[in-house]
């Protein structure tokens, strides 16, 4: 059973950092995705960040490119989301969430595009609640 288990998220200062963790349990696909999303207070759930299991490319909406890194340990069966420079705006519950393809190059496609990179994800954890405020 698939399981993508949160962590790190907490209350932050404007311009403070955190670091997320997705611990993915249950996982044996060699070719897949991963994502981090969040969903604050009355809006919708929007898309953060990818990152390709063939050659760790990264994706990124605009709103957090030179602030959020996205990357991943095949170790340790996990992806990380480094934030920094956080602002209010950021506050949300952030998840994580994966799917898999079944050709090296679909991957690499999936990851080339903001499209590809945040639709069409099977798996989701419980999320994690990131809170920025003074």
């Known amino acids: 059973q698939v399981q993508l288990v949160e962590s790190g998220g907490g209350l932050v200062q404007p311009g403070g950092s955190l670091r997320l963790s997705c611990a993915v349990h249950g996982w044996s696909i060699g070719y897949y995705v991963t994502g981090w999303f969040r969903q604050a207070p009355g809006k919708e759930r929007e898309g953060v960040s990818c990152?390709?299991?063939?050659?760790?490319?990264?994706e990124y909406v605009d709103s957090v490119k030179g602030r959020f890194t996205i990357s991943r340990s095949n170790t340790e069966n996990t992806v990380y989301l480094q934030m920094n420079n956080l602002k209010a705006e950021d506050t949300a519950v952030y998840y994580c969430?994966?799917?898999?393809?079944?050709?090296?190059?679909?991957?690499?496609?999936?990851?080339?595009?903001?499209?590809?990179?945040?639709?069409?994800?099977?798996?989701w954890g419980q999320g994690t609640q990131v809170t920025v405020s003074s």
């Open positions: 969430a994966i799917k898999s393809y079944f050709r090296a190059g679909d991957v690499k496609r999936a990851v080339g595009s903001i499209p590809g990179c945040l639709e069409g994800y099977a798996y």
């Open positions: 990152i390709s299991s063939i050659d760790d490319t990264t």
